[in-house]
């Protein structure tokens, strides 16, 4: 029975570290880097790659903005998260977490232009006791919630990475 449950924390693990790992441009397929570059042709050199599932995470800066795009192994293009300050966000956004979210701060936020579902808003929302990750409609609706990680869980896991 011990063994039993070695090997399945074990796999578990494994299978975790294979969710998101980062990799060298070589290891990029060429559809992926074109695609890249013809969407993002102001792109810095600071890209970094990383594999995620699998599609292709690309976090790179634009203009001095923070960013990064998601693409399939054909180069198809499915996602883009770009860094915004919360003054940037549409008066609906603010509002709504104002009034949803009385008390809380608000510790990073982006827009996200997804290929299926076009844009979005995305932020980290803290009080003294809870965090959420929230995701808004341009109108203020709230689309997804999920708590937040505490340190020790995102340290665990950026140690996996």
Not at 89 to 111: D, H, M, Q, R, Y
Request: aromatic share 8%; with cysteine.
């Amino acid at each position: 029975m011990k063994k039993l449950i070695v090997l399945l924390s074990a796999c578990l693990l494994i299978s975790l570290m294979g969710f998101t790992q980062k990799i060298t441009p070589d290891k990029v397929p060429t559809p992926v880097k074109q695609a890249f570059a013809k969407k993002f042709p102001a792109a810095t050199d600071d890209v970094k790659y990383e594999m995620e599932k699998k599609d292709y995470e690309i976090n790179f800066k634009d203009k001095g903005v923070e960013m990064s795009a998601n693409f399939d192994a054909t180069g198809k293009w499915l996602e883009t998260e770009t860094e915004i300050k919360q003054s940037d966000l549409p008066k609906e956004v603010s509002a709504s977490v104002t009034k949803n979210f009385a008390g809380f701060k608000i510790s990073e936020v982006a827009k996200v232009e997804k290929r299926d579902s076009g844009l979005i808003y995305e932020m980290d929302l803290k009080n003294d006791k809870e965090g959420y990750e929230v995701q808004f409609s341009p109108k203020g609706d709230i689309l997804k919630k999920h708590p937040l990680k505490n340190e020790k869980e995102e340290k665990e896991e950026s140690e996996k990475k």
